[in-house]
């Protein structure tokens, strides 16, 4: 018996229209265990054929290869279409190494956070692991709660203090990836930062907030306005009158209520005199230029003095009224002297003094 041509044409249509895999080395395959021994693990990969993966795969970490059965789902990379024995040789370690910097670049693109254990800890951060790759956590990108404060910076002393965080959970997010130079760094501080953004924008200048002093410096007070967002009072914004020491007034733990005077630049600048009444408002009926009066000096600077009059009053004196004097030779902080108002500025808040020079 012969086939007709017209049968041999119909048989090649078939064929053709027919999905045809044949896959290459490198291309991950998916299949089912058939058989697991000491010798090897066999996989039914389906109409690709039978593949084996060899004990070598396993030797740095043997617990792997104990836990697989037949029955298990897996992927592999293919290594070699046809080895010696005749099998699709592949490799479990290779897929999931690829799948897993795939993964990688999904978390990436999709801005995802994850949750990742500390597994080691050097004196630049700390050793994450995500999807079986380790990363780098460095110290810049932890949060303001997790990040070490070591007077000096004592690198020793850093350390010292990561090493608690060890097996700990961390929520972060990855910054960089490069799987070729085997990369990974992820950020803890990004998610707090992109958080900040999201209440940052729900705030407004001339709002009221309410918040806890958590530091108190020289320059003033930061102020935690939530989990993510800060603040800071500065000296300058804690009274009308001259505050010499911000810790004489506010201490850590304190809780307050203040007003946004400013959100340049993504920073909180709050103030606490907003919310006082203003002393300037009613200067005219206290003070008025030519008058005479006595104030401390409360703080000297080369282009003159600050100083502290009644009703909460600050004045200056500049260079050009002190004879030719500088201000450290003229004058001493806090001593009081006799004066008299040359200028007044409401609108400004600015109070323009002369020393008043005795009779002759």
């Known amino acids: 018996m012969t086939i007709a041509e017209s049968d041999i044409k119909s048989m090649k249509d078939l064929l053709s229209k027919e999905e045809f895999f044949l896959p290459k080395p490198g291309n991950i395959l998916s299949g089912i265990i058939i058989g697991v021994s000491k010798a090897n693990v066999i996989l039914d990969l389906g109409s690709v054929g039978i593949g084996i993966v060899y004990p070598g795969e396993f030797y740095d ?128 501080r990004a998610i707090q930062e992109e958080a900040a953004k999201e209440e940052l924008a729900k705030l407004s200048v001339e709002q009221i907030v309410d918040g806890e002093i958590t530091e108190v410096t020289d320059f003033g007070a930061f102020v935690k306005l939530s989990d993510t967002l800060d603040g800071l009072i500065h000296s300058s914004e804690i009274d009308w009158k001259f505050i010499e020491d911000p810790r004489e007034i506010l201490h850590p733990g304190d809780k307050v209520r203040a007003k946004i005077i400013s959100l340049d630049g993504g920073r909180v600048s709050l103030s606490l005199k907003a919310l006082k009444e203003d002393p300037w408002l009613t200067i005219d009926t206290i003070y008025q ?54 200028h007044i500025d409401a609108k400004e808040h600015k109070l323009t003094l002369t020393l008043d020079k005795p009779a002759a």
């Open 61 to 188: 970490n043997p617990d792997r290869m104990k836990v697989l059965k037949p029955g298990d789902h897996v992927s592999a990379m293919l290594l070699d279409l046809e080895n010696d024995d005749g099998y699709r040789e592949l490799s479990l370690k290779a897929a999931q190494v690829t799948t897993a910097w795939q993964d990688i670049k999904e978390k990436k693109e999709a801005g995802e956070i994850i949750t990742t254990t500390i597994v080691n800890i050097n004196k630049g951060g700390l050793i994450i692991e995500v999807s079986g790759i380790q990363g780098f956590l460095p110290l810049s990108q932890l949060s303001s709660e997790h990040y070490p404060k070591v007077d000096g910076g004592d690198t020793t002393k850093i350390v010292q203090a990561l090493q608690k965080f060890k097996g700990q959970m961390f929520k972060v997010k990855i910054l960089d990836f490069n799987e070729a130079e085997n990369k990974l760094i992820v950020s803890e």
């Open 289 to 342: 230029v030519g008058q005479k009066v006595r104030g401390k000096i409360s703080k000297i600077r080369n282009s003159g003095a600050f100083v502290e009059l009644a009703g909460n009053i600050v004045g200056f004196i500049p260079v050009a009224e002190l004879g030719g004097q500088t201000p450290q030779e003229a004058l001493v902080a806090g001593q009081e002297y006799d004066m008299a108002i040359v």
